[in-house]
């Protein structure tokens, strides 16, 4: 397998806080990885590293081999890194079908605004919003808003994914539903880097996981082996009961 | 059924903005003024009347508003005088009566050129009235001019427009260039030591053009313009101004630019205790409003175009050799006291000067043919309670060369702050302070 | 030098005065993030307020104040139900608008009623002078008033539950709401106050300079600058603010023509939004 | 390029633009086509402006900045290097696109109110540098002999080239304005209108479009600046850089519906229309500031998408006609 992504000892500070410390880890093409940690470990900044919303003061980002460290967002999406937001940030005032439409549009292919629409088409289909496609986008529900959160995200067909919690704040039928077309996307070939709270969605959805306690990378592995590990049931877990019974949940 | 509503809508909007483009404007129907019915019953059946449009603008709104209110007051003050002789009339028995038709431009060029263009064209205005100040009138004058319409301009001080080649735009007030040169004449013959003058003025058309020639006059009298600055118009605070201005040590401070600047500065003048020994300034001394300052009113010097203790009379026209014709001074002064009740200022008289400076050229035409009435105007040399009028005919075509500037200054008499013309000698009313007492 | 000390003092005297009108814009500005384009209709109001005072009922001016003060605050209540309530969640174009609309309302509605001549109150309480340094009665009772009443505000604001109130809301509206702060009355008052000082400010001019219902507009200008300098949503920074617009305008003319102010002011004012939006003083 | 073609909204934005436009050359009536040049003067300003405040969400204080130095710009070429009045139009233009260019690359960093704020400085800083700037005229202004209308045929036909040269220019401020929206690049702006932050995730090069809108809105305020001031045969700092016309252009859009291609259009109409009524009108003459300022906050409270928003979010049918 190769490796698509390389974080390599990458540091970001704010002011005096290290919001992510010498961290480095490689996702590998085709794979899950999960990404975890308490509040504020820094798990979003190190996203937003990635895609380029800042400027890591250490370390570098390579994609494909091709170092983006520093590359503004846009630019990140061309090279083909889609990303949602851990609080949905649908542009309300156009409609369903032009939200995706503009990251179709925008994103790795750079289509035109034809091609985009159509493009735009199938991912509605894809994530099962295809009968809101005229609806403003801000008279969604959440649960539908994450989901044209989703659908915008691929609809520039990415070859990474990163998924910023996208179950949070969703019934379980929702989650359900979301952990269909989160499988679905892998299946379609797209590498995925995802946050999430949820233990048993995590757990269950990840090749490999890595967790973040204040700013540094503190484990990584199976989900297994991270379940297992002591450093982490001690910054995050709490409670190493549950965290074995979401483990065996799975199997 | 689809498409009907879409069809239905289309002409809707389309219905909408065609009328809003056609002439929507309801105009108020011209309503037939006392005047127009009165002269009508007075006349004889077999005399001719001809009833001609006068248009202007007034700002009724924006800056203007007030010095274009008197204004009016003055052109409608002069109208209701030529319907109480019964109009004007030619020796072919012609009685010719006037309707005047205005609008508010507030005191913007967009809506001045599209008003004027409204009088014409529409309205059928025969002669036109400028609207007030320099700029507006610029705008209105290419109008005039584009229609070879006569124009005579009052409130507009500027010297430019007359040299922009104009044939039919012709000019009531003495000209910026002339301002204020009096000033300079009046302090070298008050005080021949005096030799530094500082010329501070508003950063405006008219009183820019006013600071220049002033500037170039002074330094041909010999004396030093120690400081030639304009500030900014709307400026409220002049005392960092000031402090700089007494740091350059002139006799004498020459300038301003419109009332409210021109008020200001003197009072924070009188505030600083600026030692000068003359002060003379544009605009605002001739505002009777100018008296609310009190005490910081006292000793500063202005130009007016006109003022009502002036001594134009058929008197002093028949020693300067030229014709008189009009109303008296003191006529004016009281037919407009009993129409408006107070005072007319030189606005007012401007106003009616420019009725009046018409209503002669029509006279001495006997026509109401506009290339007669030009050539009259050309030709013009008269005395009126305005003053001297007298047009250029050269390269400044419509530029006033007859009309001089009075200098008032506001004394203090008995308690009470008056003004007094100090300048020129022949026309004064009293001696002039000078220098200041401060 | 002596022009040089003069201009200084004139400019810091005028400052207080100026600092006065932009805490007005900056309150509100700070507190529910509306940038209020009936600032300027409002400190014409005020020297409207005093004059009407002064020559209707020969109040003092200064007493006039008072009066102008209460006015203030229960007209900006008003103005705040009108027009910035039933707009506060929507896009920002929507206050400037609403606040630009009341702006014409009153200008109008002033036009009509006073005409646009300019007015005066005639009041001059002499002048004494030190060193080279001529200092004007009315000048040195207004930067008095001002700073009398920037204090005043404070006070208000860190000493009492109100004042606590409202910079609580100014820093989160959905937190205070939840430790049970009744933010739209808050926010009512608070564009109550800011009013208030437009309309003081406004009042303390008349006492100085000539007038006109359009006068407003200078001061608006004039208080955007100061925000900008003493850092936007800041009041004790507009108080400084104004002091420095004071300076500039005091010494800019000893160095260069004194058409340039304007030129200097306002280039200043774009590269201070550029390089330092949080102001001279303000964290950056 | 067919998707053009077969739109209805292209053809009744062109329609409208037009037959209201060739009114007055139908007319001959010199009165309508002052009129009517007020109104399309309005239409191009509010439109271009449209692309930034309604587009791209910035509230842009000093667009007439755009038209000053288009005016100052064209005005000197033609009054002062005795230039034809299309070539000079052309020049402002492109001098101010540059200036806009320049710029937008540095001011539209900030966002919100201090953009607005910024705007208002940058106009006010330019109008006060010109009348301290002698070699335009400075505070006195420039103006043109009236010898210089016999190029075009005299005075008269001066003024109805003058219009014609309008009306080509507002249709083509419309159009673009209409092409600005249905491309790939107006969706953009759109997307950095609802959420700058997640337009730049989104891949959209926000700090490039915004520039580029930006410039396109100075297009052609420049030449109506010029086009206004070659009538007017004379300029002044204070005509070219009237602050409250800015506003003024805001009221129009939002009277319209901002974010629209017929709001601005339809706005500037009413707007124009409305405030000559208003001046004309005997009941509303001394009120008619007041009177249109409690009108102004009536549509922002109860129709804040404007005519044309409220007209197409009641009636979804008439979206398809009505851009």
Known sequence: ?251 | MKGMRLFVTVLFILALIVTGCSKATPTPAPQPTKAEAAPAQQQAPEAKAKTLVLGFTASQTGKYAKESKEQTQGIQLWLKDLEKKGGLKLSDGTVVNFKVKYYDDESTKERVQQLYTKLITEDGADLLISPYSSGLTAAAAVIAEQYGKIMITTGAASDSIYKQGYKRVYQIYTPASRYLTGAVDALKAWDPNAKKVAVVYEKSKFATGVAKAVKAYAEKQGLEVVLFEGYEAGTTDFNPFINKIEAAKPDAIIGGGHFQDGSTFAKQLYEKKTPVKMVAILVAPAVPEFAELGDAAVGVIGPSQWESIAKYSPESAKAAGLTWCGPTIEEFVSGYKEAYGYEPGYHAAGGYAAGLVLERAIKMADSTDPDAITKALDAMDVMIFFGHIKFDTGEAHGLQIGHDMVYLQWQKKDGKVVREIVWPEAAKTADAIYPLER | MDVLLASLVDGLLIGFVYGLAAMGLTLIFGVMDVVNLSHGALIALGMFGVYLLFTGLGLNPYLGLLIVLVLGIILGMILYAIAIHPLLDGPHLSTLLSTFAVSMIIIGVGTMLFTSTPRNIDINLGSMVLGPVRLQGTRVVAALVAILVATGLYIFMYRTHVGKSIRAVANNRDAAELVGIPSVRILAFSFGLGTMLAMVSGGLIATLFPFSILSGGTYELKSFVICVLGGLGNPTGALLGGLILGLIEGLIPVFMPVGWTPVIEFTLFVLIILIRPSGILGAR | MMRYVRDPALWLTTLVVLVAGVWPLITRSATTREDMFLILMFVTLASSLNIVLGYTGYVNFGHIVFFGLGGYIGFYLIAEKGWHVIPAALAASLGVVLFAAILGGIILRLRGAYFALATIGVNEAVRSFIVNWDAVGGAVGMEMNFSRYQDYGGPMNALWFAYILLLIVTLASVLLSYFVRTSKFGLGLLAIREDEDAALVLGIPAPKAKTIAFALSAIFPAIVGTLFFFKNGNIEPGDAFRLHMSVEGIVMIMLGGYGTVMGPVVGAATYERLRGFLLTSPLFKNLQLAFAGVLLLLIIIFVPSGVVGWLRNRFPKVRRILA
């Open chain 1, 1 to 251: 397998m190769s490796v698509i992504l390389e974080v390599d000892h990458v540091t970001k500070r704010f002011g005096g806080l290290v919001a992510v410390n010498n961290v480095s880890f490689q996702l590998y093409e085709g794979e899950i990885l999960g990404l975890i940690g308490p509040n504020g470990a820094g798990k979003t900044t190190l996203f937003n590293c990635i895609n380029g919303v800042y400027t890591p003061e250490e370390g570098r980002i390579l994609f494909k081999g091709q170092d983006i460290t520093g590359l503004p967002p846009y630019k990140v999406v061309r090279m083909g890194i889609a990303r949602t937001h851990q609080v949905v940030r649908p542009l309300n005032e156009l409609s369903v079908l032009e939200n995706v439409v503009v990251g179709a549009c925008y994103g790795r292919e750079n289509l035109s605004l034809e091609e985009g629409r159509r493009t735009a088409e199938e991912v509605l289909e894809f994530v099962g919003l295809a009968d809101k496609r005229n609806v403003l986008a801000g008279k969604l529900n959440v649960a539908e808003k994450k989901r044209l959160e989703m659908a915008r995200a691929l609809a520039a067909r990415p070859y990474l994914l990163l998924l910023d919690e996208v179950l949070a704040g969703l019934n379980p039928t929702e989650v359900a539903r979301m952990l269909h077309v989160v499988r679905k996307i892998r299946e379609e070939g797209v590498t995925i880097l995802m946050i999430e709270h949820l233990m048993h969605a995590v757990m269950n959805l990840s090749d490999r996981i890595i967790v973040l306690d204040y700013g540094s990378k503190i484990a990584e592995g199976t989900p297994k082996e991270v379940a297992n590990n002591p450093k982490v049931i001690e910054a995050y877990l709490g409670d190493p009961d549950l965290a074995l019974s979401l483990v065996e949940e799975r199997t």
